[in-house]
C-alpha cells in the first residue's frame, strides 16, 4: 500500500498544502519517513490524516469560484468503532463549507471497506451544502463498501451507486470530472471513458 500515491497529475493546478483557505494549509511532508498505517500497512506519506485512525485523504482540487471540491480516499472507512464521518465533517468539511465549497466529489476506489453507524453527519453535512445547491457524490466505490453504504441509508444525502462507478477520471481536467459530476447529479447524464 505505501506505493498507492494520491493522483499528482492536477499539482500544477492546485496544491492544498499551498492553499491558505485549506484545511491543510502549510501541512509538511517527509517523503522518506512513512509513519501512516492502514491495516498495519504503511501508506504513503503524501496522505493526510484528519483525525482517523484507518482513514486518510487528499484535497485533489478545490475552486472556490465554482465552489467544489475534488478528494481522494484510501483505507477503511469506519464510522461504526471510529466515528469516520464525524472528523471528516469536522476537520475537512466544515471548515470547506466556510470558504464556500458545496459541492463534493469523493474518489472512493481506494475505500477498502466502510462500517456505518447512524446518518446523523451525513444528513447534517447534505443539510449544509444543499441550502446552497450543493451535493455530495461518491465516486469509483467498490461493490461491498457500495452495498454496505446503501444498507447505512446514505442515498438520500450522497449520490453514489452504478452511475458513479467505473468512472476514468485520471486522465481529465479537474473542470470536467466536475462537470460531468454536476450533470450525473442533476440527471444530465454523461460518463467519462
Known sequence: MHDIEPHYHWRDEYVASEDKQSPFYRRKYDEFRFKN????????????????????????????????????????????????????????????????????????????????????????????????????????????VEEEMRDSRLRPYVHFGELYNDLNWRPHKPQTVFEVIEGLTQKKVRRLY
Not at 52 to 78: H, P, Q, R
Open 37 to 144: 498505517r492502514v491495516y498495519n500497512y504503511f501508506i504513503h506519506p503524501q496522505w493526510d490524516e484528519f483525525g482517523s485512525s484507518t482513514l486518510y485523504l487528499k484535497v485533489l482540487f478545490a475552486d472556490y469560484d465554482e465552489g467544489f471540491a475534488i478528494i481522494e480516499l484510501i483505507g477503511e472507512w469506519n464510522d461504526c468503532l471510529h466515528n469516520d464521518i464525524k472528523f471528516l465533517k469536522r476537520e475537512v468539511i466544515d471548515p470547506m463549507v466556510e470558504t464556500g465549497i458545496y459541492k463534493y466529489i469523493l474518489i472512493c476506489e481506494n475505500v477498502l471497506n466502510f462500517h456505518g453507524s447512524d446518518d446523523s453527519y451525513y444528513e447534517e453535512w447534505y443539510e449544509d451544502v444543499a441550502e446552497n445547491d450543493g451535493w455530495i457524490s461518491f465516486l469509483n466505490t467498490l461493490k461491498h
